[in-house]
């Protein structure tokens, strides 16, 4: 079938890794199915597996199918989108904290392809209203940016969020999203496009990246990395919280335990959603009336010019594939 696929990791020439053509369909396992890929959206993690970065020890199955994040029709026509977290069957807890989790294009063929295999609770009916271009964007940065937002932040409404970069997948649901929940939301950017984007989806105020705010503020959400930990640090206000989901820019950062501790601040990692939280973000969008900002819809087949636009910083909003 046709896909999207990796062949092997390359730290600092990630597209010389990725190929177009064809790879067998996957196995649909017993308590699986099969979903026919009708939009399937880029995420920057499909930037991580083609330069080998993963969290799990066990390191990436190459070759592999790419992708996080669909839609599509079940065999029956069911329309569904795909929750991308899997792990022990067994497992009853927050997905997240199975010491067995794991996410498409991973070890299991992604969403790149004409079908995909998931198990059949990570195929979530499309409620009506709900489109399969715009669910298709929800698996991952959004899904992240929905907990993060509403169980990690602490922020409660009428409060100051800030979101560290505008233009992003995830920048773009944070300011979506805490706009609709009743936040006061800021955000930074590098650059005038990233901060008129962010005000045309309703941000409050946009600053430059790393520009001294006027005031603190109560939660920042940062998938920046490296580049903007200071200023994070230096913006959470005495008990807030500044949740990371992301090392856009690098992972390592110099920490003065200091500020911390004096300041009362809460500083916690979020990775993903549960299946709950992504039902739970489903029904809220749809219920705000949120269509997710799709910066860009191109056939599967011309896949390459996106990973580069990616790679090169230049996307906005969410990348969508169509089959
Ligand atoms: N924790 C999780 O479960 C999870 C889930 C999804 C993604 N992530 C991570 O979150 C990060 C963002 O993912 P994404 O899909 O939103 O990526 P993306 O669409 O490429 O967005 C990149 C964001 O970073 C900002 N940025 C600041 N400095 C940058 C630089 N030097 N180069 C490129 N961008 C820069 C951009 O804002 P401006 O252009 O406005 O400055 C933009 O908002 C990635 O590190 C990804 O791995 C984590």
New binding site residues.
């Given amino acids: 079938m046709f896909s999207v696929y990796a062949t092997h990791a390359d730290a600092d020439d990630p597209l010389s890794a990725l190929r177009i053509g064809e790879q067998p369909e996957p196995h649909v396992l017993e308590g699986w199915t099969r979903v026919k890929v009708s939009h399937a959206t880029?995420?920057?993690?499909d930037?991580?597996t083609l330069r080998g970065i993963t969290s799990h020890r066990e390191g990436i199955s190459f070759p592999i199918i790419m992708g996080n994040d669909g839609a599509g029709t079940l065999d029956d026509g069911t329309p569904v989108v795909i929750y991308p977290v899997m792990g022990s069957d067994d497992w009853r807890d927050d997905e997240t904290l199975d010491p067995h989790w794991h996410i498409l294009s991973e070890f299991v063929p992604g969403t790149f392809a004409d079908y995909v295999a998931v198990p059949k609770r990570n195929a979530i009916v499309l409620p009506e209203g709900l489109s399969a271009l715009n669910a298709s964007v929800l698996g991952?940065?959004w899904?992240?940016a929905y907990r993060?937002l509403f169980t990690k932040s602490n922020l409660k409404p009428g409060q100051t969020l800030l979101v560290?970069?505008?233009?992003?997948?995830?920048?773009?649901?944070l300011i979506q999203l805490g706009r609709a929940a009743g936040f006061e939301v800021w955000?930074?950017?590098?650059?005038r496009?990233?901060?008129a984007?962010?005000e045309r989806l309703g941000a409050h105020r946009t600053f430059d990246?790393n520009e001294l705010l006027p005031r603190k503020v109560q939660a920042v959400i940062s998938?920046?990395?490296t580049?903007?930990w200071d200023h994070s640090l230096a913006s959470v206000a005495r008990g807030g919280t500044i949740v990371v989901?992301?090392?856009?820019?690098g992972m390592d950062v110099g920490l003065s335990l200091l500020p911390i501790i004096s300041e009362q601040i809460t500083v916690c990692?979020?990775?993903?959603?549960t299946l709950q939280n992504m039902k739970d973000m489903i029904a809220f969008i749809s219920s705000a009336g949120i269509a997710p900002e799709i910066g860009k819809v191109l056939p599967m087949e011309r896949a390459e010019e996106a990973f580069r636009a990616?790679w090169e910083?230049t996307?906005?909003?969410?990348t969508v594939f169509t089959r």
């Fill in positions: 880029l995420n920057r993690h930037l991580f991952t940065a899904l992240t993060a560290q970069g505008a233009s992003g997948g995830m920048s773009t649901a955000t930074t950017s590098r650059n496009a990233g901060r984007l962010a990246a998938s920046v990395g580049a903007s989901t992301g090392g856009t820019t990692g979020s990775i993903m959603g990616m910083g996307t906005h909003g969410k």
